[in-house]
């Protein structure tokens, strides 16, 4: 009877243990919970904070969290308007606002991702799709770039007309972020924000447009060596000139200087022979004594006439008498 007893004793408390560990259950600050009985939500989501019941063995909990999600998208390629293939890659913030109509949509966090994926992916590529490239990297329509070389080579001086853009992208990406938030919102979903978090060109154009930029940046230093070497051919030009003109002027005045010396030296001959006949011959001894210094060197030969003016000062003083 003793130990009767004490059997229905245990099986009494661990049915009344059952009982309760299945009908309490806890909600934390960050979790809401949608009750379902035999797999169907009852009632309204569960959001307080604190210990709740519910009917044990046909009803279970079902927690979700009320934070803020992440949603990190797989890089996509996909083309612009102008058919210019990149790779954009962008990311967003989320959060279950409907926990109820989310299960019954969803069930779980593996299938909403999965569903988030596809509509943002969608959303992204045909926003991509509808715009130019420039349209999709520039963040506003109102900045302005700043000049570059291609204002620099303009040789023409025309005005430098840079692209306008009708949206931006901040604009695209908050079209993204309505579209997706409305046919998200019917799923228990909030989308919160969508961003671009990268834009790439994909590999084969990025090498062509590296090419293109070198083959650019080669034609503009063609372009300034050209100029460069026309502007140092003028600058030669002008300075063989100027050099010309100077050595003329030179020239001109070393003559002028050498004439008014022979005029003076003949001057000075003409006056020193009226003068004296012994200061012409000793003028005329002088100037061939350097003579015979200049012309007559070591290695020299010479043939003169005994009859040569040049020759009569070597003849001995006085000079040797000429045989008839």
């Not at 083309?79 to 962008?90: F, H, L």
């Not at 034609?219 to 050099?243: C, T």
């Not at 002088?286 to 060197?297: I, S």
């Amino acid at each position: 009877m003793t130990v009767a007893f004490r059997t229905i004793t245990i099986s009494l408390f661990l049915i009344v243990l059952a009982f309760i560990t299945g009908a309490a259950y806890t909600v934390k600050e960050y979790h809401q919970v949608v009750i379902t009985e035999f797999g169907k939500p009852i009632g309204e989501p569960i959001t307080k904070a604190g210990l709740h019941f519910k009917a044990p063995f046909i009803q279970k909990a079902n927690r979700f969290d009320k934070r803020a999600l992440e949603w990190d998208g797989e890089p996509n390629e996909m083309p612009t308007r102008e058919k210019t293939y990149i790779v954009v890659d962008t990311f967003g913030r989320w959060k279950i606002k409907d926990a109820k109509l989310y299960l019954e949509s969803l069930q779980e966090e593996r299938r909403a991702r999965s569903r988030i994926n596809d509509i943002l992916g969608s959303k992204t590529r045909g926003a991509v799709a509808n715009h130019n490239l420039i349209e999709i990297v520039r963040t506003t329509k109102d900045r302005i770039p700043e000049a570059e070389s291609s204002e620099l080579n303009n040789t023409d001086n025309k005005k430098v007309v840079w692209k306008t853009i009708s949206k931006g992208r901040s604009l695209i990406e908050q079209e993204i972020f309505e579209k997706a938030k409305e046919e998200l919102s019917p799923l228990g979903i909030d989308l919160l924000d969508i961003r671009f978090k990268r834009i790439n060109y994909r590999p084969e154009v990025s090498r062509q447009i590296y090419t293109r930029m070198t083959t650019e940046r080669q034609a503009i230093s063609m372009e300034y060596r050209a100029d460069g070497k026309g502007e140092g051919d003028r600058i030669l030009g002008e300075m063989g000139k100027e050099l010309l003109s100077i050595s003329s002027l030179a020239y001109k005045q070393v003559e002028t200087i050498k004439g008014e010396a022979d005029a003076k030296a003949t001057a000075t001959y003409a006056s020193a022979y009226n003068q004296s006949k012994e200061a012409i011959e000793f003028y005329e001894f002088t100037k061939t004594m350097e003579l015979y210094r200049t012309a007559l060197k070591s290695d020299t030969s010479v043939i003169l006439s005994t009859k040569s003016d040049l020759f009569r000062f070597l003849k001995g003083q006085g000079g040797p008498k000429e045989q008839p």
